[in-house]
């Protein structure tokens, strides 16, 4: 990536009902008639001690209720604290694109707002771009060595040299430490989409790609640390522009296909 102007945007909130399934197989769901031209990637910078993070949590729940999977959320814990979510990773993202308060959420890597409320319009705004990427992921799963091998498999409408790839762990269902509006922790709260590594290193690995041409363009092992629940574990993969940090295409695969259901 390169360090870039992250645009602020003021859009009005939309409201949406229900949303229809095309078919099961199919990658993108309609919502309220429009099909979106891609998926999208929220990413939502917290921490265990941010309280208004609560509210941005629910905004979460909610966009993933009405828009199911054409949107993928990742949770990025950051802090100067030790807190038992925060990662070295995380805090390099929060750096690079200079997030000063949580939560902070980034829309397809060149849009951000501190108003979770704002999220659901930004993310509405998205869905009419349209991608020249088709990314799928391949994940297979070793459960005696906690090894998982992830393909990448990219097909590009148009010939790119500035594009990497970057795959994430994410982990839901997490059962941790959190500041309440009360003012006190628990140690109950669940913690959704939370980032728990990159596989190919930080920022991803650079790849070329000519029009019309589809390749599998990474191949990678990753062990699991032994604290991370298995049956809650997603590998997150997109492509971005490394000039604009736009994202172009994203998808997100289960460790295990059998928990195949949406955290709402």
Known sequence: MHKKLLFFITIAAFAWNGC?????????????????????????????????CLKAAEEIKNLIGIYKDTLIAVSIHASDRKF?????????????FKIEVHPTGIID???????????????LKRFQTETSFDLNLFV????????????????????????????????????GLQLMPDGKYINDYEHNHVFRAAINDT??????IEE?????????????????????????GFVYNTSTDEVLSVTEVKLKPENNEINE
């Not at 038992?84 to 690079?96: F, I, M, S």
């Not at 890597?109 to 993310?123: A, M, N, T, Y």
């Open 212 to 236: 019309n041409e589809e390749k599998d363009i990474i191949n990678k092992a990753y062990v699991l640390n032994n604290q991370w629940e298995t049956d809650n574990i997603s590998i997150v």
């Open 140 to 175: 297979s799963y070793e459960e005696t060595k906690r090894e998982l091998n992830v393909t990448s498999q990219i097909k590009s409408l148009q010939n790119h040299s500035r594009a990497k790839l970057l795959l994430w762990v994410i982990e839901d269902k997490i059962n």
């Open 84 to 96: 038992p979510l925060v990662t070295e990773e995380g805090n390099k993202y929060e750096e690079y």
């Open 20 to 52: 229809d399934v095309i078919d099961k197989n199919d990658r993108i769901t309609e919502i309220e008639g429009v099909v979106p031209a891609k998926k999208i990637l929220l990413l939502d910078f917290t921490d265990q001690s941010c309280v208004n």
């Open 109 to 123: 890597g060149i849009f951000s707002s501190e108003k979770p409320q704002l999220w659901g319009g930004i993310v």
């Open 203 to 208: 920022f991803g690995e650079a790849f070329t």
